[in-house]
């Protein structure tokens, strides 16, 4: 599971004119469903979104989590990070968990968010959303978790 996150003064995600979901200061995340992924996958990506330290400390370094400064997290589902690129002028998108799977997990997800995170807002699966969002530092970093899965133990990237 990919979840390429942002640090943010603010996100929304905006569908056929509707904002769906908004946060203040906090992470904005794309997530990405990989085959092989499952609800363990998911929640060890969050508990690494929600414990990242990526928020500055009174020293201005990145020491401080979500967790930490009680920010908000928006969820953003998007299967184009899994994208192959390396050949040819179009991606390819084999490399995505088909929509089914991709939908129970990134519901999963939420879910288990919210339970335990108090401020949670999401994009909506399948539409097509416009998501804006004010990058502080800019601050951007790819997460990667993988499956245990036919590797052993869970992989960190």
Known sequence: MIGLLQRVSEGRVTVDGEVVGEIAAGLVVLVCT???D???T???LLE???HYRVF???EGRMNRSLADVGGGLLLVPQFTLAADTR???RPSFSSSASPETARRLFDHLVAVARARHPKV???RFGARMSVALVNEGPATFWLQVRSAAGR???EVR
Do not use: I, M, S
């Open 38 to 40: 499952d609800e363990a």
């Open 152 to 154: 052993g133990e869970a």
């Open 48 to 50: 690494r979104l929600v």
């Open 121 to 123: 807002a999401t994009g």
């Open 87 to 89: 050949k040819g002028l």
């Open 42 to 44: 998911a929640e060890r």
């Open 34 to 36: 990989e085959p092989g």
């Open 56 to 58: 500055a400390d009174g």
